[in-house]
Every structure is written in structure tokens, then in C-alpha cells.
């Protein structure tokens, strides 16, 4: 069926509503939802893969919801009447909103007419191109699809579809187009709840995402706490204000919202960030929401221009009274804490005046934590003679560092081996000593993916390659740990690569089976790589270390087993090669073949080494066979010996502390109420 879309004088400016976001344009169609009467509400979202080239990051969104949908009777009141609202239970319009997200726009409904007694079912597309600049909107017309449903067993509805979403060449023109982060599948539950914390707790409204349940307990703990305060305004009138507190898992931070009635839905008008300098740590994060029946509106009117409004700033102050008062009453642990530590003798601030205020605010934070798991200063454990340098040292570094994560993530027995190593060896070794074990661990991690796992962005060249491996020798033994220099004899460096040339060219086939399968996407950027390096023995000998690193894709077989010990003789034949230097030379691959490991293992017995393959009579020159992953695993197990409680970890203990103290204001030692962005 043809319509028409109609307006009034009103027109255009609003047509499209102009949200300050495209979430804030997509919670107005959820608010329509609401305002339906609707029970649940089912948001579909098409991601683009990573693999995928595509404009955005959301192919096409769908919404759909179980209200009272709209009867073919009142489509041109409720819908294609641009210049009413209709917020009684219809779509108001917000119902435009859908094309600050994108172009194209399907809207699917099913409605009950009590008049007519019966279901109707109506299909209007709608696309942003059929509004030119100077078209007469009333010469649009919408081909709608629309039948009157027989029987009485269908179900109201009323679904929203859109795709085409705009591309960066119109996003960076009009930047209320683009899609903010709010959308990305790991945020968009948070985001929702975080808008309708109350109906979605209390099971006023159920929403699912890709057909998954917002379920309340995956965002609060325990329940809402609902407060209700007077506040005089400056006329003398008192207004009761609700406060609602709810403890929220997966934020660090304290948000305040303050909303105002849309149409029977509280609505966040602004967003702030709640701190003060005596929160406990362990306050966690919060959600608080304020409203009020009786406030106007147009009190939020000059909220940017702060305390330049006597109104807003009259509230304002109310707002943060109570916040203070609520978080003091938990605060009490915290509060007792401070209070004992200040006292304690090995309180670094005792009879320290010259610190700042900011800094004995962390100090104490950390200290709290560190009590609110081993009891040091409630136990009287002089443990804290050496742990409150630690933290001071830390804060005044600027950093906290890879010790102070231990010490607040060690468990008791842990903590006590901790103390006993203290008594036995300088703090100072033991951070070196951690350090130095840490990175190697980081080191071997890096080469594990380096030849069993994409790592493309990582390595792309050649050359990067072997500069990682010359500074990390380590791997093929201890003794390298320390040579850096690089073979100073450019005779022998020469001939050394000359023998590599004429022996050890060779490709891969499935002739010999020494082409790997590898499961993972290949890097087609490493090669084999040829590197050497030379360890001055004395005054008089040297030796020389040579890896022969084999691609990822080739096997070792015994191709590979024949050209090393050809590259070995030919070393052993060349006449300009001094007798007081040693070889050691290395074949290393991601596998070896049955062929070549039955050779290897014949040649092993009787020898301590594992990568044992062969040594010459005159003992000058050696060759080791290894895979990847058996070196790797060897020296994992070292590391871990030589560690004993000193174990790296994921958790990056400066994101932590980041997240833990981010928002204190350090200049202020009250509360704080700082505007941020909803």
C-alpha cells in the first residue's frame, strides 16, 4: 500500500533527532519499547569479522520488543506523522532516531485494534535517502506492506531493522553518526544495564543480546540500596530526592547519574564521577542514580557552567553531602586502619613532615590492602619493617613494581617463605633476581609463538629476527648469556658463510617429509635464518657458535642431518680455520621426522646431552639437533627450579594500581563530583 508521510510546521530540524550519540539515539528506541508496554526486549546484532573488510563494525542491527505494536488503523498517527510525539503507549519521535545510525531502516509490526477486533500486520520501509534537502515531505511516498491477520492467536510486536550504517566519509563530517564503543559486543550488555539498572534488577523488562539473557547477578552484588533525602531549594521548597546505590562487579569507579521522568521513564541527563581521598579501596564501584518528581528540569540547564548557577550548585552540594555520608558509614574498617597505622612505629610518615598528602594518601591505600590480607600490623608482624620501606620506595619511583604485586597476590604460606628469604639475602638481589627470571620467561613465550603461532605483527622482517635471537643467546646456553660481540674475525665470518652457501641450500618437499603441517596460519615472513656469534674461551681460544634455524614449515630429515655434517667437514677441511677455535653448531626446526629422530637417538647413547647428534675426533667441533619446543620446555622447567617463589604472573600490577586510584584527587581532601560523559 502507498502512504504518505505527513508533519507540521514544526518539521525538519527534529526529524531525525539529534542525540548527542548514536547509543543515546538507540536507547530512545529501547525507551519506545518501554513506553509499548513491552516485557522483553531482543537486540540482534550483526558484528563484522576481523577477516571481514567492511565499513563498520556492525553490519545491521535489529530490535524487537513484546508491546502493543501498532494496527494498521493508527499507522499514519503513530508512525508517518512526523510532528506528533504520541508518548501514550506509541511511538514517539524518537522513532527516527534509528537514522542517526544508519540508512536503511525496515520497521516490522504487529498491533490489536479494540475498535476493530482484530490483528493487523504492517512492513514499512524507510531509507535516509528519500528526505532530500529540499524535498516537500509530504511528497514521500512509503510503499508499505500491511494485512489484517484472521484468527486471534498472534502476539503484538513491534521490531526495528537497520543496516547500512554510515562510513567514516560521513562520520568524520558529522561525528553524532558514528558508532561509539558503547556498541562492541564485550560492551553493550554493560551499557544497557547501566541505563536501566532498576527495571532489569526488579524484572520489569528482560533483554537479551545475540539471544543471550542480561541477567541482573552478572552486574550487582547484593541489592540496590535505596536512600530518600529532602533538599531546599532556594525558594524554600522542599523536594524528596531518591537516591539509589548499587554495587556494581565490573566497574573500579563510583558513577552518579542524575535522570529526570521521560514519559513515565527515568532517563540519565548527566553522568558525574564520585570520588574523595578517605574511600577505602575495598569500597568498589557503584552505580548511583537521582531523581526526583518535583525537581525541575531546567535545573541541569547551566550543569556545564558548575558552580556559576546558585541552583545547581545548591544541589550539587546536597548531592555530595550524602554520597559522603553514605560511603562514610561503610568506611569505618578503613577509617579504624588509618587511625591504628599512624601510630605504628614503622609508619615511614611518622616523623616525616616533608611528604606530600598525596603521597600518604597511596601509601596508606596500599598499606590498607596489604592488612586486608596478612594482618601484619593488627598481628604485630614485623614483616612490615621491610614491606612499608617497599611501598614508599615504590610510590616515590612512580611505579609499582614487580614485589609489591607478590606481596599483595602471595598467599600465607608464600608470604612466610617471603619473610624467610628476606632474612637470608638483600631485597635488592631478590628484585634483580626476579627481574632477570621474569624476562626470560617473557623472552621464551615470545619464542614459542615465533614458531608455532602467527606472530606476524610481532616479527615481519628477516633482520628483526635475528637481532631478537643474537641479544637472547641465553637460550642455547647459559655461557652466552653475556657475549654480544659479534665474530671480529671477517676472514673466518666470511668463509663461514660461504660454506653455509655451498652446503646447506636446499628446499623443502614432501619427497623427504620434512615439510610441517602447521595448523596455525603460516608466517610466510621467516625463513631459514643463519646466525653466528663467537665466546672468547682465554687469551688464546675462541668459540664459535652457529645456529642453523630452519623455517617453521620444514621438518629436520635426514637431508637436513646430511648437509650440517657436510657443512661440519668442510669447516674441519678449510685451511683458514685456526685450531684454537671451537664450533658448536645448532640445527633447530618447529619438528624432526621418524627418519632423522631413529638417526639421532642411535647417536645419543651413552651421552648426557639430549640434543647430542656429533662431534669430530679432534672434540673442536659439535653438532646439536633440537626441536622447539623440547628446548623451550627445557628451559621453562629451569627456570621454574631456579624460581621457586618468585613466579611471573599476567596481571599487570600497574594497570591495577591505575584502576585502583585513578580518579583521586591528590589536590583535594574532600569530596569530588567530576562531570564526565554518559
Known amino acids: 500500500m502507498s502512504r504518505k508521510l505527513t508533519t507540521n510546521s514544526r518539521l525538519i530540524n527534529e526529524l531525525f533527532a539529534n542525540y548527542i550519540s548514536t547509543f543515546a539515539a538507540f536507547s530512545e528506541l529501547m525507551n519506545n519499547s518501554i513506553q509499548a508496554k513491552a516485557k522483553n526486549i531482543w537486540i540482534d546484532i550483526d558484528y563484522a569479522h576481523e577477516s571481514e573488510i567492511t565499513p563498520t563494525i556492525i553490519k545491521s542491527l535489529r530490535i524487537k520488543d513484546d508491546g502493543i505494536g501498532v494496527h494498521i488503523s493508527d499507522l499514519d498517527r503513530k508512525l508517518l506523522d512526523i510532528g506528533t510525539t504520541n508518548k501514550d503507549g506509541g511511538k514517539g519521535i524518537g522513532r527516527f532516531a534509528c537514522f542517526q545510525l544508519g540508512k536503511n531502516v525496515t520497521i516490522e509490526t504487529i498491533g490489536y485494534s479494540d475498535k476493530k477486533g482484530e490483528f493487523s500486520k504492517s512492513v514499512i520501509p524507510l531509507h535516509f535517502n528519500m528526505f532530500g534537502k529540499n524535498l516537500n515531505v509530504s511528497d514521500i511516498d512509503i510503499d508499505s506492506q500491511e494485512q489484517t491477520l484472521q484468527g486471534k492467536d498472534h502476539k503484538t510486536y513491534y521490531q526495528v531493522n537497520i543496516n547500512e550504517f554510515y562510513d567514516s566519509v560521513v562520520t568524520d563530517k558529522e561525528h553524532k ?15 544497557i544495564f547501566e541505563k536501566y539498572p532498576l527495571k532489569i534488577f526488579n524484572n520489569e523488562i528482560t533483554f537479551y543480546i545475540n539471544e543471550k539473557k542480561i541477567e541482573p547477578n552478572h552486574f550487582i552484588i547484593d541489592k540496590p540500596i535505596s536512600k530518600i533525602h529532602s533538599f531546599i531549594d532556594l525558594k524554600g521548597i522542599e523536594h524528596k530526592v531518591l537516591f539509589n546505590f548499587i554495587q556494581i562487579k565490573k566497574v573500579d569507579k563510583i558513577k552518579v547519574f542524575l535522570t529526570t521522568n521521560n514519559a513515565g521513564i527515568q532517563t540519565i541527563a548527566n553522568g558525574f564521577e564520585f570520588d574523595a581521598s578517605w574511600l577505602s579501596p575495598k569500597i568498589g564501584g557503584w552505580y548511583v542514580y537521582v531523581e526526583s518528581n518535583t525537581l525541575p528540569t ?21 548531592i ?29 610518615f611518622k616523623n616525616n613532615t616533608s611528604s606530600s598528602k598525596s603521597k600518604v594518601v597511596v601509601f596508606d591505600k596500599l ?10 600490623l593488627n598481628q604485630d608482624n614485623r614483616l612490615r619493617e621491610i614491606i612499608y620501606p617497599l611501598i614508599d620506595r615504590t610510590i616515590s619511583n612512580g611505579e609499582l613494581d614487580n614485589i609489591l604485586k607478590n606481596i599483595l597476590h ?40 615465533l614458531v608455532y603461532s602467527e606472530i606476524a605483527k610481532n616479527v615481519k622482517e628477516r633482520k628483526e629476527l635475528h637481532k631478537f635471537l643474537e641479544k637472547m643467546l641465553w637460550i642455547f646456553g647459559e655461557e652466552y648469556n653475556e657475549t654480544t660481540k659479534l665474530l671480529s674475525d671477517k676472514n673466518l665470518e666470511k668463509n663461514l658463510l660461504q660454506l653455509r652457501n655451498d652446503c646447506m641450500e636446499y628446499k623443502a618437499s614432501k619427497k623427504d617429509d620434512n615439510i610441517s603441517e602447521i595448523s596455525e596460519k603460516p608466517i610466510k615472513s621467516i625463513t631459514d635464518l643463519f646466525m653466528y656469534n663467537e665466546r672468547i674461551l682465554d687469551h688464546k681460544r ?4 652457529i645456529v642453523e634455524l630452519k623455517a617453521p614449515k620444514v621438518k ?8 650440517v655434517m657436510k657443512y661440519a667437514r668442510e669447516i674441519e677441511r678449510s685451511n683458514s680455520v685456526s685450531r684454537d677455535v671451537s664450533f658448536k653448531i645448532l640445527l633447530i626446526s618447529s619438528d624432526i621426522n621418524d627418519d632423522a629422530q631413529f638417526d639421532i637417538t642411535g647417536r645419543q647413547k651413552g651421552q648426557d646431552n639430549p640434543y647430542f647428534y656429533f662431534i669430530n675426533e679432534n672434540k673442536n667441533i659439535e653438532i646439536q639437533v633440537m626441536k622447539w619446543c623440547d628446548l623451550i620446555e627445557n628451559l621453562k622447567r629451569k627456570l621454574t627450579y631456579m624460581s621457586h617463589i618468585l613466579h611471573t604472573k599476567d596481571v599487570d600490577v600497574e594497570e591495577k594500581a591505575a584502576k585502583d586510584f585513578e580518579g583521586i584527587d591528590f589536590g583535594k581532601y574532600n569530596s569530588s563530583l567530576k562531570k564526565v560523559a554518559i
Open 556 to 563: 629436520i630429515s635426514p637431508k637436513e642431518l646430511g648437509q
Open 320 to 348: 555530595k553531602e550524602n554520597l559522603s555520608d553514605f560511603y562514610k558509614s561503610k568506611n569505618a574498617e578503613f577509617d579504624n586502619f588509618t587511625e591504628k597505622l599512624k601510630n605504628d612505629e614503622f609508619y615511614p
Open 177 to 191: 553518526k558514528k558508532l561509539i564503543d558503547k556498541f562492541l559486543l564485550e560492551n553493550i550488555a554493560d551499557a
Open 298 to 318: 531546567d535545573l541541569y540547564r547551566n550543569i556545564d557552567l558548575d558552580d556559576m548557577d546558585e541552583d545547581w550548585k545548591n544541589f550539587r552540594q546536597f
Open 367 to 376: 598499606a590498607f590492602l596489604v592488612e586486608d590480607k596478612y594482618n601484619l
Open 410 to 449: 602471595l598467599n600465607s604460606k608464600m608470604a612466610n617463605k617471603f619473610s624467610e628469604l628476606l632474612e637470608k639475602t638483600d631485597l635488592e638481589n631478590i628484585i634483580e633476581f626476579s627481574d632477570k627470571v621474569a624476562k626470560k620467561n617473557d623472552e621464551l613465550n615470545f619464542i614459542e609463538k
Open 542 to 545: 675462541r668459540e664459535v657458535l
